[in-house]
């Protein structure tokens, strides 16, 4: 990896867009940040369940939300809202949805690369 480096969201590496998500994915060697745009009325189990297949979502987030309001609930039973401002690690196993009529626009970063993004496939 370079000493300096950087590139932009809109020229991304990777991008995924089912149903009301847009994921934009830039790689910096083992690191993956992402810019993640979360349509009002996106629910983790009726847009991205049906692409992976899982019960829950088993990839685990750390990121920030910029804009708008998200509630995670954990396979566990918690539960937590992160809204602008905050920012956030949820584990593996949980569903999530936009909360109110504002979208979602957060930023997540994890170290396993272009193999990470919004969701791991099964």
Not at 102 to 113: H, R, T
Request: hydrophobic share 35%.
């Amino acid at each position: 990896m370079a000493n300096l480096e950087k590139k932009s969201f809109d020229s991304p590496d990777e991008s995924k867009n089912p149903e009301k998500t847009n994921a934009a994915v830039v790689n910096f060697g083992s690191v993956a940040a992402s810019r993640v745009i979360l349509q009002p009325g996106w629910k983790w189990s009726e847009c991205i369940k049906p692409v992976v297949g899982t019960d829950s979502c088993q990839a685990g987030h750390v990121g920030m939300i910029l804009q708008g309001t998200l509630t995670v609930v954990h396979d566990d039973g918690s539960e937590i809202t992160v809204s602008a401002g905050d920012a956030y690690s949820f584990a593996p196993g949980h569903d999530a949805w936009v909360v109110g009529d504002q979208e979602v626009i957060g930023y997540e970063f994890n170290n396993a690369g272009k193999d990470y993004a919004v969701w791991q496939s099964s």
